[in-house]
């Protein structure tokens, strides 16, 4: 076989490769959408089926946050703020399953997290540093009490037996639209990807045969790690004092408010939940928080599907029972 037969050989070999549609490979992209940082990784061996699913991704999450921001007038979450101590409001059967879901939580951790934590929390404005007064505060606490809200199942209505109630879904709504985002992954057939949207994350597969690295970030210094867990198949949400707050005559005002005080929760600096998927992660990563780390400890290790690292107040770390030997 002469030299310019084996040239062509080879261009036999490359041709197929050059034609084949793309090549395998990891896609990732971010965007700001309900006030965080969402961000969709995946592996894919078709680049344009993979950047169209992580467009229906990110324009899910868009979709959520249309339906249920408190900021924005035209959510059904406004309208119910608006009109639900008035009427009783039919609401999407999607809104109504996730306040559904909310008042479980609420049963399930005796008040810690509960929605309607809104009636005081819409007072604070963390970025102007502004916090209702203890006068206003003892006015409108009572306000604050999951039991107000009436869901009828057979209607779809949503009632706020008490005047002045409001809600906000902040403590579940974005592990949710993570949790929408991977089954959305999961019907096109993609199997190794990575959802986040601020705090809330979920891992489909790994990452090439080996986990994801998760780091929990040290609650007072911005730039280092407080832990790095290895994760497969798995949600995990932190929750932290240093997300959203402001400092006044030495307190931290943060964006987690216990509802027995309506002021922020101040026995942890971060809760770490890791389970199987992002709604009840965020939820209870929230709970936590409230709970501090002896309720909240307790509770973790009373679900067999959820794990928690916590960092307390003094900074020091504490761990679900079922994370100890990981530790070790
Ligand atoms: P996360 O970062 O997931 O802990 O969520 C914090 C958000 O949850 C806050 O910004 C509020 O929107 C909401 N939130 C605060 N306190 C509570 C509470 N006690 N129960 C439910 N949601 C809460
Ligand atoms: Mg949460």
């Known amino acids: 076989m002469n030299r310019f037969l084996r040239l062509r050989w080879l261009w036999l070999l490359l041709v197929p490769l050059l034609h084949s549609p793309a090549l395998a490979g990891w896609l990732s992209q971010k965007a700001a959408i309900m006030g965080t940082e969402v961000r969709v990784q995946l592996w894919t061996d ?20 249309r339906l249920m921001s408190p900021y924005r007038e035209s959510s059904e979450l406004a309208l119910l703020n608006r009109e639900a101590s ?5 609401v999407s059967p999607e809104l109504f399953g996730l306040l559904q879901k909310s008042l479980k939580f609420s049963r399930l951790t005796e008040g810690a997290f509960d929605i309607t934590f809104a009636s005081v929390g819409h007072q604070y404005d963390y970025r102007k540093g502004i916090a209702p007064s203890d006068n206003k505060l003892a006015a409108d606490l009572p ?35 993570v949790d929408r985002g991977i089954a959305l992954l999961q019907q096109r057939r993609i199997d190794k990807a990575l959802v986040s949207a601020g705090g809330d994350s979920r891992i489909l597969g790994d990452r090439g045969g080996r986990p994801w690295n998760i780091g929990i970030r040290a609650p007072r210094d911005r730039r280092s790690v407080a832990a790095v867990l290895p994760l497969t198949n798995a949600a995990i949400s932190t929750s932290g004092d240093y997300e959203r707050y402001f400092e006044a005559d030495g307190v931290r005002y943060h964006h987690i408010i216990s509802p027995a005080t309506g002021r922020s929760a101040r026995k942890l600096q971060s809760v770490t939940i890791i ?32 794990e928690a690292v916590l960092i307390d107040h003094h900074g020091r770390m504490r761990y679900s029972i079922g994370m100890q030997s990981i530790e070790k």
């Open 143 to 177: 306000k604050i009490n999951y039991r107000h809200i009436q869901l009828d199942p057979v209607q779809g209505t949503v009632f706020f037996k008490q005047a002045g109630v409001r809600i906000d879904l902040g403590g579940i709504a974005k592990g949710y639209a």
């Open 86 to 90: 008035h009427r009783a409001v039919k």
């Open 275 to 306: 389970g199987p998927d992002a709604t009840r992660t965020d939820a209870l990563s929230t709970s936590v928080f409230v709970l501090g780390p002896t309720a909240g400890l307790a509770l973790i290790d009373r679900l067999p599907d959820f």
């Open 46 to 65: 078709d680049e344009a089926a993979g950047n169209a699913a992580i467009a229906a991704v990110l324009e899910e999450f868009r979709r959520i946050d």
